[in-house]
């Protein structure tokens, strides 16, 4: 029989996978509009719109990625492997994402939505470092556990 512990940890872990999961299946969706066809040039701030979603996506992503592997790894030293491994998972997943749009009607693949995905993975990474680093930051490390 499990201990009450281990199945709150695993209950913690299936939530965070699926809160996972979910975030990747709405990156999905949203991947899978299909666009107008059409050789139509967006005004600017349209532009700036949709790349500032596809930052804030793949930094959400990042940090739930982070959030599912710390209920398995608990370990102070193992924070830092956690965070490269969640930036790579973040960069796999956007590049996939745009390997998926190229298949998509009127939508395309382009290197530089990858490169604006790892961005938003960057970010976030900075922000844990941060959270988890600087002391005056203590207050933030509960919403990571």
Do not use: C
């Amino acid at each position: 029989m499990l201990s009450v512990s281990t199945r709150y940890q695993r209950s913690r872990g299936v939530f965070r996978g699926l809160l996972l999961l979910t975030w990747m299946s709405f990156i999905y969706a949203l991947s899978s509009i299909p666009g107008s066809g059409s050789n139509y040039d967006p005004p600017f701030w349209y532009v700036i719109e949709r790349k500032s979603a596809h930052v804030f996506e793949f930094a959400v992503l990042t940090w739930l990625m982070f959030w599912f592997l710390r209920v398995w790894f608990r370990k102070q030293s193992q924070v830092k492997q956690m965070i490269i491994v969640s930036w790579m998972f973040a960069f796999s997943y956007g590049a996939i994402d745009e390997l998926h749009q190229a298949f998509v009607f009127g939508r395309g693949s382009h290197f530089s939505d990858v490169l604006i995905d790892v961005l938003g993975a960057s970010i976030a990474s900075v922000v844990l470092i941060l959270v988890l680093r600087v002391p005056r930051l203590k207050k933030l490390q509960k919403v990571l556990y």
